[in-house]
């Protein structure tokens, strides 16, 4: 990517987290509610609330690590906040703008590609082969959406 370590950390981790975070939330909530509200009120408190945390944690294992200085600590956690935040409202439009089912699905395939771009850029930079970093990325990733489905689903039987 040839961007410094602080803004590759926040771009890497809060790209990943807000698509892993993002789309298992709005997945599950689909499968469990089936409503546009919950799903809307869920991808906004995870956006912000999650960037938070998430910076936090970054700052954390940065602050952890004696290599790293101060400024690029705070460049690190401001990049992940920023990063999360941006990544996870952008899943928003569609759910706004069109019937949720096809919302989920676009959104999916949405973050599978922003997933699939950064893993290939990473894998190029690290001399990997790209397609078993993508692929890598993409198996967990779908790994979580069908989870997420499940669980919803099940909380869904259990509690309607």
Same mark, same amino acid.
């Given at each position: 990517?040839?961007?410094?370590?602080?803004?590759?950390?926040? /771009?890497?981790?809060?790209? *990943?987290?807000?698509?892993? !975070? !993002?789309?298992?939330?709005? @997945?599950?909530? !689909?499968?469990?509610?089936?409503?546009?509200?919950?799903?809307?009120?869920?991808?906004? !408190?995870?956006?912000?609330?999650?960037?938070?945390?998430?910076?936090?944690?970054?700052?954390?294992?940065? #602050?952890?690590? *004696?290599?790293?200085?101060?400024?690029?600590?705070?460049?690190? *956690?401001? $990049?992940?906040?920023?990063?999360?935040?941006?990544?996870?409202? $952008?899943?928003?439009?569609?759910? /706004?703008?069109?019937?949720?089912?096809?919302?989920?699905?676009?959104?999916?395939?949405?973050?599978?590609?922003?997933?699939? /771009?950064?893993?290939?850029?990473?894998?190029? #930079?690290?001399? #990997?082969?790209?397609?078993? @970093?993508?692929? #890598?990325? %993409?198996?967990?990733?779908?790994? @979580?959406?069908?989870? $997420?489905?499940?669980?919803?689903? %099940?909380?869904?039987?259990?509690?309607?």
């Amino acid at each position: 990517m040839g961007i410094k370590h602080s803004l590759k950390v926040g /771009l890497s981790f809060g790209l *990943t987290s807000a698509i892993i !975070t !993002t789309l298992g939330l709005m @997945v599950g909530l !689909t499968s469990g509610t089936h409503s546009k509200l919950a799903v809307i009120a869920g991808i906004l !408190t995870i956006a912000f609330c999650d960037a938070f945390s998430d910076a936090l944690g970054i700052h954390l294992s940065e #602050e952890s690590e *004696t290599k790293h200085s101060k400024k690029e600590i705070w460049e690190s *956690t401001f $990049s992940t906040f920023f990063f999360k935040l941006i990544f996870g409202l $952008s899943f928003l439009p569609a759910i /706004l703008l069109l019937e949720l089912s096809k919302a989920i699905i676009l959104n999916i395939i949405w973050g599978l590609f922003l997933l699939s /771009l950064l893993s290939y850029f990473l894998a190029k #930079e690290e001399n #990997e082969k790209w397609y078993k @970093v993508v692929f #890598e990325h %993409l198996f967990l990733a779908i790994l @979580v959406i069908f989870l $997420s489905n499940f669980i919803g689903s %099940l909380i869904s039987s259990f509690f309607s």
